[in-house]
């Protein structure tokens, strides 16, 4: 798009963006439950990993939460203000604990005030195109996992990393931490980790596929949400109102269901035909 890869949010936008708020939805991967049903079917949150289980650094989410934990990088664009949203849906991240674990060694870290400190305090110093990376990473999920999986083969990493950081440095950190672990022995690799706070941010679609629930969250009464119809000619972001809501995040709107909207989408009053040769664009329903 044409953004510096070091421009930061607190850049100085284009007239007709000034007041406006950005939101780049993301997902802290937070799995601790094999058996939920969700892919993949996993416990682990690898930070590396190695062919020696001895020399794997993990962490282990604890408290109460989701396995896959709704985030968001929202900025007032052209507010020399501290934002007042935080990463999680409170500042607090309903109290989510970080147990890093290597070789047998644990250490505790509490995550809450990490994001406050590194993302909401720091947004205005924090590049743009690294909050966009997180919100991309669309095969991050089994790359925390380690299961493999098309970024680990054609793009390199699926996730993006980031640590504690305190002047808009928190994914140059991220990175700067991650590779120096890959060399270090296993209690000192283990130490850097935590002392760092490293974390894996993914693709928001795996918390909100669609944006629309940090929109709502964020007080937009009115959302216009352009979806493409990619699977067999039908919306593939409607599992937000299945049971259980998306990734087993919870159910966000009562009184209506998956069918219910994939209906209302069957039944648009306004079908456009796409431009006359395109492989792409076929329809446009509203």
Request: with cysteine; charged share 20%.
């Amino acid at each position: 798009g044409g953004i510096s890869p070091d421009t930061p949010f607190g850049a100085e936008p284009m007239p007709w963006a000034k007041g406006k708020e950005m939101f780049f939805t993301a997902t802290i991967p937070a799995r601790s439950n094999a058996s939920a049903p969700i892919s993949p079917k996993t416990k682990h949150n690898y930070l590396e990993w190695s062919q020696k289980e001895e020399d794997r650094v993990e962490y282990n989410p604890l408290g109460r939460h989701v396995q896959y934990i709704p985030a968001k990088f929202a900025y007032t664009m052209g507010s020399e203000k501290q934002p007042s949203r935080s990463f999680c849906a409170n500042a607090d991240c309903f109290g989510l604990r970080y147990n890093y674990t290597c070789d047998g060694e644990e250490e505790q870290v509490k995550m809450g005030p990490v994001f406050q400190e590194s993302f909401v305090e720091q947004i205005a110093k924090l590049p743009v195109a690294m909050a966009s990376a997180a919100s991309s990473a669309f095969d991050g999920a089994d790359e925390v996992a380690h299961m493999g999986g098309f970024a680990n083969v054609v793009l390199g990493d699926g996730e993006v990393f980031a640590a504690r950081g305190t002047d808009g440095d928190a994914f140059a950190r991220g990175k700067e931490v991650r590779a120096l672990i890959e060399d270090l022995p296993p209690e000192e690799s283990l130490k850097k980790a935590a002392d760092a706070a490293l974390f894996p941010l993914i693709d928001g679609a795996f918390s909100d596929n669609t944006g629309i629930a940090q929109a709502i969250a964020g007080g937009a009464s009115h959302v216009v949400s352009l979806q493409t119809a990619w699977f067999n000619g039908l919306p593939g972001s409607l599992s937000m109102f299945q049971q259980g809501g998306a990734m087993d995040t919870g159910v966000i709107f009562e009184g209506v269901n998956e069918m219910d909207m994939l209906a209302a989408f069957l039944d648009s009053p306004n079908r456009v035909p796409g431009p006359k040769g395109s492989n792409l664009l076929e329809v446009i329903y509203f």
